[in-house]
T-cell receptor
Framework: SAVISQKPSRDICQRGTSLTIQCQVDSQVTMMFWYRQQPGQSLTLIATANQGSEATYESGFVIDKFPISRPNLTFSTLTVSNMSPEDSSIYLC??????????FGPGTRLLVL | DQQVKQNSPSLSVQEGRISILNCDYTNSMFDYFLWYKKYPAEGPTFLISISSIKDKNEDGRFTVFLNKSAKHLSLHIVPSQPGDSAVYFCAAGLQGGSEKLVFGKGTKLTVNP
């Protein structure tokens, strides 16, 4: 398994501002994923982040709103831009191991006022 | 269109009895499945997985059953313990694909002492 940490663990932000969430893994991994879990909903994949290439976004998510960086094999950031109350969610990063099992970070709880 | 469905939002069981959590999927291309457990304020924790070439996988108190013809899987917890109280997510993926996982909405399990 992999040990994953996220910063911040939670934040309260004002409408129109941006927040960058960091994800750190204790080992090198090829694929990292960013998910969103809105209240009462399932985990929804935002994008897949591979080191050295552009992130791949799922339908309904765009780079301008959720820019992602993946500077090396142990770190990634997700920015939630120009936030609105609808962006209030738990944001989770995960990594994929060779055994096709994803391991998740503890999540970042975001509240937008 | 929800490809992975957990139709029971909640389940309550007495300690020591069996907990059965169900999951249905619509995409016959899915070929591996995972169960995650999530406590409040934490990220999902991987529990157990099963490949489509199997119909059963067991790990301690946890057993996952897969019925491909019915596109149905279930997680059995025997015996249930109060510490098992959490939200359980079913997820499905494609081997050799983009490693994306599709999640159900989760079932909240409460194990009563």
């Amino acid at each position: 398994s992999a040990v994953i940490s996220q910063k911040p663990s939670r934040d309260i932000c004002q409408r129109g501002t941006s927040l960058t969430i960091q994800c750190q893994v204790d080992s090198q991994v090829t694929m990292m994923f960013w998910y969103r879990q809105q209240p009462g909903q399932s985990l929804t994949l935002i994008a897949t982040a591979n080191q050295g290439s552009e992130a791949t976004y799922e339908s309904g998510f765009v780079i301008d709103k959720f820019p992602i960086s993946r500077p090396n094999l142990t770190f990634s950031t997700l920015t939630v831009s120009n936030m609105s109350p609808e962006d209030s969610s738990i944001y989770l990063c995960s990594v994929d191991t060779y055994r096709e099992t994803q391991y998740f970070g503890p999540g970042t709880r975001l509240l937008v006022l | 269109d929800q490809q992975v469905k957990q139709n029971s939002p909640s389940l309550s069981v007495q300690e020591g009895r069996i907990s059965i959590l169900n999951c249905d999927y619509t995409n016959s291309m899915f070929d591996y499945f995972l169960w995650y457990k999530k406590y409040p304020a934490e990220g999902p924790t991987f529990l157990i997985s099963i490949s489509s070439i199997k119909d059963k996988n067991e790990d301690g108190r946890f057993t996952v059953f897969l019925n491909k013809s019915a596109k149905h899987l279930s997680l059995h917890i025997v015996p249930s313990q109060p510490g098992d109280s959490a939200v359980y997510f079913c997820a499905a993926g494609l081997q050799g694909g983009s490693e994306k996982l599709v999640f159900g909405k989760g079932t909240k399990l409460t194990v009563n002492p």
